[in-house]
């Protein structure tokens, strides 16, 4: 783990040991992949809903372009009443690029775990937009990577 990380991991030692839930808002832009993940893992709705902006854009496949938070988190309802309940994931491989003050791309790995916890390859990976809020950054813009590789059109 990087050490700029350890503030964060200590935070959340804490808070976990003091039974404190933990933030669904991210304090700053490096603790985005952990609030998708902590969202994903509860499989629920109302987690989702607490990550993303009101007019966020999110793209889940190849062609699927979903406008605006409730589009969105009903999406991933769904997904987390079928395939995704039985999913957990993990947060990996963490970049920020910080735009300006208040506007943060966001890059990291998101394997999916099988039931003793290890990474199942090939895994996803996801790029975020963050923005800073009042209440804390959350994301305006995300697209999940599938897993394979992408083939060029032939010529």
């Known amino acids: 783990m990087k050490s700029h990380y350890a503030p964060v991991v200590r935070l959340l030692l804490t808070l976990l040991v003091a039974g404190a839930p933990i933030p669904s808002v991210a304090s700053g832009p490096e603790d985005i992949a952990m609030t998708f993940v902590?969202?994903?893992?509860?499989?629920?709705?109302?987690?989702?809903?607490?990550?993303?902006?009101?007019?966020?854009?999110?793209?889940?496949?190849?062609?699927?372009?979903?406008?605006?938070?409730?589009?969105?988190?009903?999406?991933?309802?769904?997904?987390?009443?079928?395939?995704?309940k039985l999913t957990t994931m993990k947060a990996s491989d963490v970049v920020v690029r910080q735009l300006s003050p208040d506007v943060a791309v966001v890059l990291f790995n998101v394997p999916f775990l099988d039931k003793n916890g290890k990474a199942?390859?090939?895994?996803?990976?996801?790029?975020?937009?963050?923005?800073?809020?009042?209440?804390?950054?959350?994301?305006?813009?995300?697209?999940?990577?599938?897993?394979?590789?992408?083939?060029?059109?032939?010529?």
């Open 38 to 84: 902590q969202a994903w893992n509860s499989h629920d709705k109302g987690q989702f809903a607490k990550i993303f902006i009101a007019n966020a854009y999110w793209v889940p496949g190849v062609g699927i372009r979903l406008d605006g938070r409730e589009a969105i988190v009903n999406d991933l309802a769904l997904a987390h009443t079928t395939w995704a």
């Open 120 to 155: 199942v390859e090939p895994g996803n990976a996801l790029i975020i937009v963050a923005v800073k809020e009042s209440e804390g950054w959350r994301i305006a813009v995300g697209q999940l990577t599938k897993p394979g590789q992408t083939k060029s059109p032939s010529r």
